[in-house]
């Protein structure tokens, strides 16, 4: 009966979105712990890639360049829950950080355009204003809560 049941087509399936789940279940409890807090992941975080050097336009400060201004950006992951692969949805609960130069404030612009319901969506600032940083740099945080949509290709 055993055998039956591990042959069928719908237990492979089962097995395999089993393996899958928990799969993504130990790579994000993995990156959790590399990381750390949300403090200390902005602080220490550092662009992906290298960062261009200043054009003539841009100055040597690399702040604002022709009404464009650059941000980097960092996610602390606190939590992943109801994955839903046929709906391609998941809850997260997350911390959002956001560094720049220059006294334009970044922070009032950010949309989050992959949450599936809006009004549900809670994302609270965590600095009143941004925070001044050793590197000259204005840090601010968001605390982000809600439920996404997000193609998974398993």
């Avoid at 130990?26 to 960062?51: C, D, F, K, R």
């Avoid at 992959?114 to 609270?124: D, E, G, I, Q």
């Avoid at 840090?139 to 290709?153: D, K, S, T, V, W």
């Amino acid at each position: 009966m055993i055998a039956d049941r591990l042959s069928s087509p719908n237990s492979s399936l089962r097995v395999r979105l089993t393996f899958a789940r928990l799969f993504v279940t130990i790579y994000l409890l993995a990156s959790l712990a590399s990381i750390g807090t949300p403090e200390v992941a902005a602080n220490q975080a550092t662009p992906a890639v290298a960062s261009p050097q200043p054009t003539s336009e841009q100055g040597a400060s690399g702040g604002e360049t022709n009404g464009l201004l650059k941000v980097t950006i960092g996610f602390y992951l606190a939590e992943v829950h109801g994955l839903d692969q046929q709906e391609s949805t998941f809850y997260a609960d997350f911390y959002m950080w956001m560094r720049w130069k220059g006294n334009n404030d970044p922070t009032p612009t950010v949309e989050l355009l992959n949450n599936v319901a809006r009004w549900a969506l809670t994302m609270k600032q965590i600095y009143a204003t941004p925070v001044s940083l050793p590197s000259g740099e204005l840090l601010q945080q968001f605390h982000i809560q809600g439920q996404f949509y997000e193609p998974l290709l398993l």
